[in-house]
């Protein structure tokens, strides 16, 4: 345990702060920095002692949330009952029951082609389009690689594994099957090339191997499938085709019929064609189940229609069979949605859907491919969603999809991340939720329900915040590394829907005008906050009851002042006020009937129209109060890149890259309204350079979907939270983005520095940082008070003082004064976080309003009494009588001694490196400052003294979608959207590593396999099959030999690294399957007891009864039998 002496100095007394210092390093790499003890000599009043140190910090992932990112592939285990679906990143999503939800990434990033579960083995195979076969072993929490196979000549199209096999097909691009032993991961000396499989007549190659599967009558017939729609049936003993079947039409997919005499294939013009093998010259049936019948001169024609990209054939014991297929839809009718459709006797059913379908699976009782498959729900894979459809039900329903692969409805603009929350929220927000879920699900239970998973150890609260382009906000429980959706508000409907015609305040943003920029959330007070793209605030009380009532509005005139040097010329401004010649247009309310068309300069309209009629709100999070930024001189309101609210005070606080808003959503007014650049000059009236006039160029971006590409970090840092194609005439926040005029400059540069002085005089007062606090306002204070810390794009620390009545009855009607009073403090870089520790260390969080219900049905609680609580954890009276500020800015840590200002402690980042996230956390009941940084570190800073306790390189490949949403918070938790669709999640915390083991759930679980159906004596013999396969004997080296070491590459995996390492890390799972195995066994060794004991009983009954029989014929002669 380390301790460290902070001197105090007494207030008034004045020094240079570089007074003492010494330095220490501070880490490797972009993260690393310099941390320097500065102040002046004084007597020490305290130590405090710091117990975090650098073993209780690790960083890893934990869990991934959402849906998968470009899916391509799907497969289902129908003994273990988990499903995987592979992504065209490369990564493998594992679902099983709610909490069973597993990802694993090819390292090569590869798309994968194909994937094929080992039926109850454990194991999985993929194909990537590398042209690698790998095989990952599931029998771990974290799957693993085992071996891998690449082809070097060949590209690989099309796999399969039979039920119960450990031989491989593949199909490739050149037309020939090869087979690979799963268990060795060793290509068979077997190939049936494509000239021996098609007949030597036929003279053009037949195209890439579409389908492989093995007849389920007789195991040593494989069906092959080519692109130009040649179908060959191959005798795997005798080496040869038993029958060859051609179609004009090209191939897509090939379904059997269980008996294996019959089978289904789907082509390009969107027919079906059914097949006999016993008369192979043409199909007996041919349907085109979408196509319109037309007249030409010979007869009638079906016209075609799109391709039916896969069928599926399945038969029932008790009804008719199921043809399932998707595509095929004819072309008159293009704007018909993607489609699944559903053939079940006479009945065809179209289901249509919100994507492109990507790949569907039938789910079928038995895994024996030669029994009745009686399907009961088919598994849809679509670009953006995964549904289940209940078969059982003749209106084919859903099931309710228990996992969230829903956070991409409306695209994440941005995301915030809640640890260790009261404990009642999650309840009242799952029961909010819970009224406006849709109805209309199956009655089943989710049928993919595989796997095992317990509540681990870690259980306290934990929430996430999504904001939405749409306008849509949604609260997440995430608590035990799972996610479960509580609630959902629009914060859209206090708005009046857009109109195009003569609405000019849709003029800014057509496409997304409600989009979600920030928000701010109060757990304990339940206010929450949201700042939007127009240039809106709103804020929200929670409530348990619903109301009918109006919605509060404000609109807030926030300007950029025009420096001038000398006084006279700030009373007579060179621009004149063109607002004033239209005052009479302007109403009570100050906005002005202006339209654009007319050549009138816009002022005082807003972006939006806030509806003026009562408005019905329900239960949940109600708007209390909307404000609005207004155009000025014909300037729209730029976006608002902070925002700060206080319960206890009944105060917002928000700023952009024109100044400073406050106001009093408790009476409804605006307490301040002041540019950037006057607050500034009375912070530092003598020094402040004369700041040219803001231009009015804007800057296009657009909020819907967040870059991949190498942008350089110049260009990045200049968009809003995210980029699309939807233009915006915005100007862009200057913090995150900070450099326009520097972006030609070369890509994924890590330094601003050459950019800083080019944007200098464009947005240089950016107020990117507000925090409210009861803190020393100025140097030499001898109390705390009411204030709020301001932070600029340029490192500048201003405070405003707040003057809050006391008494609660005059809060409502005497008036909040707010003065800015002058105190600076300055950082490198935009500031980023504040926080406020006592004397003693302990974070001082800023005063709130305990909730209370707002709408209360009881008329002796309408006047209800606010309860606030003011200091917390610490008492008034144990907080001494100085504080620590801790500021942190993109290339700077400080803290502070207050109230005397001094410099205490200094972190620098080094200059190639600036930090995108900051925040101060809980973790072990201590306090610590996280950062991440553009070059994607994570770093983490003791304090107050700012040592460096973590510094990994977490991210070397960053893109601006995890540079925009990363985010910390306690317990050692921290999470940022890994893709538009998905949210990846991570500890730094040491404990919650070497529990993660037990916390995520088992994939693979002792089941047994389901024995087959008894075919009977009569089928088996006269049902014409050939009996079992011996593969090993026809396919081994004995018989097969070598295959050509040019042709594929062994490459042994990580597995067996990682074997040991998930064996280590995962003992209580293997203890638990052990146990499970014991338990098993137990169970039959008491059947067996049992047995025995009635074996015993009955032999001594026999026994018994053979005594009496022979003592009553005893004394018998033998004549007398």
């Known amino acids: 345990m380390k301790k460290f002496n902070l001197h105090k100095v007494l207030d008034g007394l004045t020094s240079s702060p570089g007074g003492s210092s010494s330095g220490t390093s501070g880490g490797s790499g972009t993260g690393g920095g310099s941390v320097h003890s500065g102040g002046t000599v004084g007597t020490p009043r305290e130590e405090i002692q710091e117990t975090l140190t650098s073993d209780y910090f690790q960083i890893c992932k934990t869990v991934r949330h959402g849906f998968p990112y470009l899916p391509t592939a799907l497969a289902f285990d129908p003994v273990q009952k988990i499903l995987a679906i592979g992504t065209r990143t490369g990564a493998i999503r594992i679902l099983g029951r709610p909490g069973v939800d597993c990802c694993c990434q090819h390292e090569s990033g590869a798309g994968v082609v194909q994937l094929q579960f080992l039926i109850n083995e454990g194991a999985l195979v993929s194909a990537s389009s590398d042209d690698m076969l790998h095989l990952w072993n599931l029998r771990q929490k974290r799957p693993a690689i085992l071996h891998s196979l690449k082809f070097t000549r060949e590209r690989i199209t099309f796999c399969h594994l039979p039920f119960q096999s450990k031989w491989l097909y593949v199909g490739t691009e050149k037309g020939n099957t090869h087979i690979v032993n799963i268990e060795s991961f060793i290509l068979s000396g077997y190939v049936i090339m494509w000239n021996k499989a098609i007949e030597l007549s036929t003279k053009t190659h037949p195209g890439p191997v579409v389908h492989l599967s093995d007849s389920p009558r007789d195991e040593g017939k494989l069906l092959i499938g080519y692109e130009n729609g040649t179908v060959v049936f191959w005798d795997l003993r005798s080496k040869r085709a038993d029958l060859r079947l051609y179609y004009d039409e090209a191939i897509h997919s090939i379904g059997w019929h269980n008996e294996g005499k019959q089978f289904m294939c789907s082509h390009s013009d969107g027919s079906l064609t059914l097949w006999n093998l016993k008369s192979p010259s043409r199909p007996f049936q041919i349907i085109i189940p979408h196509g319109k019948t037309c007249k030409i001169r010979d007869g009638k024609k079906v016209e075609s229609c799109k391709p039916i990209l896969k069928v599926e054939y399945k038969t029932c014991k008790n009804s008719e069979p199921f043809i399932i297929f998707s595509g095929g839809l004819s072309y008159d009718k293009p704007w018909r949605r993607p489609s699944l459709t559903i053939m079940h006797g006479k009945a065809i059913t179209v289901l249509e859907m919100d994507h492109p379908v990507v790949d569907f699976l039938t789910l079928c009782e038995t895994p024996y491919p030669n029994e009745f498959q009686d399907p ?162 709103i804020v929200y009380r929670f409530s348990k009851h619903e109301v009918n009532t109006e919605v509060s509005s404000l609109e807030v005139r926030l300007q950029s002042e025009i420096d001038v040097i000398s006084p006279e010329a700030e009373m007579n401004p060179p621009f004149p006020d063109v607002s004033s010649h239209f005052s009479s247009l302007k109403d009570l309310s100050g906005s002005t009937n202006t339209v654009a068309s007319e050549g009138l300069i816009k002022d005082s309209i807003p972006c939006l129209s806030v509806k ?301 490196a600036f930090l995108l996230r900051a925040d101060i956390v809980t973790l072990y009941n201590n306090m610590c400052l996280a950062c991440f940084s553009a070059s994607g ?81 009569l089928k088996g013999l006269f049902g014409g099959t050939g009996g079992t396969l011996d593969r090993e004997e026809l396919f081994g080296e004995a018989t097969a030999g070598k295959a050509s070491r040019s042709l594929a590459q062994h490459i042994p995996g990580s597995g067996g690294v990682e074997g040991v390492k998930g064996a280590a890390g995962s003992a209580i799972g293997e203890l638990a399957r052990a146990r499970l195995a014991l338990d098993e066994r137990g169970q039959k060794l008491g059947e067996l007891d049992e047995k025995t004991a009635r074996m015993m009983s009955s032999a001594e009954a026999f026994s018994k009864h053979a005594h009496e029989v022979m003592l009553k014929c005893k004394d018998k002669k033998w004549y007398q039998f």
């Open 376 to 537: 009961y729900a088919v598994v849809v894979l679509l670009e953006k969603d995964l549904i289940v459809v209940d078969l059982t039900q003749s209106h084919f329903p859903i099931f309710e999809n228990p996992y969230p692969m829903d956070i991409h409805e409306s695209p994440v603009t941005c995301i915030e991340y809640f640890a260790d929350c009261p404990p009642d929220l999650i309840p009242v927000l799952y029961s909010i939720g819970a009224k406006h879920k849709k109805q209309g699900y199956s009655n089943k239970e989710w049928p993919i329900s595989g796997g095992i998973w317990n509540l681990g150890a870690h259980s306290y609260p934990e929430i996430i915040i999504t904001g939405h382009a749409d306008g849509s906000v949604k609260f997440w429980d995430a608590s035990a590394i799972t996610l479960q959706m509580l609630y959902k508000l629009k914060t859209s409907k206090v708005f009046e829907k857009q109109k195009l015609e003569g609405k000019p305040a849709a003029e800014i943003v057509e496409d997304d005008p409600f989009a979600i920029q920030l928000m701010y959330w109060c757990p304990q007070s339940r206010i929450f906050c949201v700042a939007g793209i127009s240039a809106h605030v």
């Open 612 to 912: 003026t009629r009562a408005v019905r709100m329900p239960p949940g999070y109600q708007a209390d109060l909307v404000i609005q930024l207004v155009w000025v001189d014909g300037e729209p309101p730029q976006q608002i890149t902070s925002l700060v609210v206080n319960s206890a005070y009944g105060l917002v606080a928000f700023g952009n890259c024109n100044g400073l808003a406050v106001v009093d959503f408790m009476q409804k007014t605006t307490l301040l309204s002041m540019g950037s650049v006057e607050l500034c000059r009375i912070a530092d009236p003598y020094q402040r350079q004369p700041c040219s006039p803001r231009k009015s160029k804007q800057f296009t971006a657009g909020l819907t979907e967040l870059s991949d590409g190498p942008v350089s970090w110049e260009l990045e840092r200049c968009k809003s939270p995210t980029t699309s194609v939807l233009a915006r005439q915005l100007s862009m926040p200057r913090w995150k983005l900070l450099c326009i005029l520097n972006m030609r400059e070369n890509s994924f540069s890590h330094s601003r520095s050459s950019s800083v002085s080019s944007i200098d005089k464009e947005s240089k007062e950016t107020i990117t940082a507000l925090y409210f606090a009861e803190s020393y306002v100025q140097k030499n204070d001898s109390a705390v008070s009411p204030c709020l810390w301001v932070g600029t794009g340029l490192g500048m620390v201003l405070s405003v003082s707040l003057n809050v009545p006391s008494e609660d009855e005059l809060r409502q009607t005497e008036p909040v004064t707010v003065s800015p009073n002058g105190t600076a403090l300055t950082l490198k870089g935009a500031v980023l976080t504040f926080a406020c520790l006592d004397c003693m260390g302990t974070l001082i969080h800023p005063p709130y309003e305990a909730w209370g219900e707002p709408n209360s049905t009881d008329d002796g609680e309408r006047i209800r009494k606010r309860k606030l609580v003011l200091h917390s954890p610490s008492s008034s009276q144990d907080m001494g009588d100085h504080q620590f500020a801790v500021i942190c800015s993109e290339k700077q840590a400080k803290v502070y001694s207050l109230p005397s200002q001094i410099c205490l402690y200094v972190y620098n980042i080094t200059d190639t």
């Open 937 to 1017: 570190r994570v770093l983490t800073l003791s304090l107050p003294s700012l040592r460096p306790l973590l510094d990994v390189n977490y991210l070397p490949i960053m893109n601006t979608r995890i540079s925009r949403t990363f985010c910390f918070t306690n317990e050692g938790q921290a999470l940022y959207l890994s893709s538009p669709t998905e949210i990846q999640r991570l500890t730094y915390s040491h404990e919650m590593c070497d529990n993660l083991q037990d916390m995520l759930g088992e994939l693979f679980t002792p089941v047994e396999t389901p024995e087959a159906q008894y075919r009977g004596f």
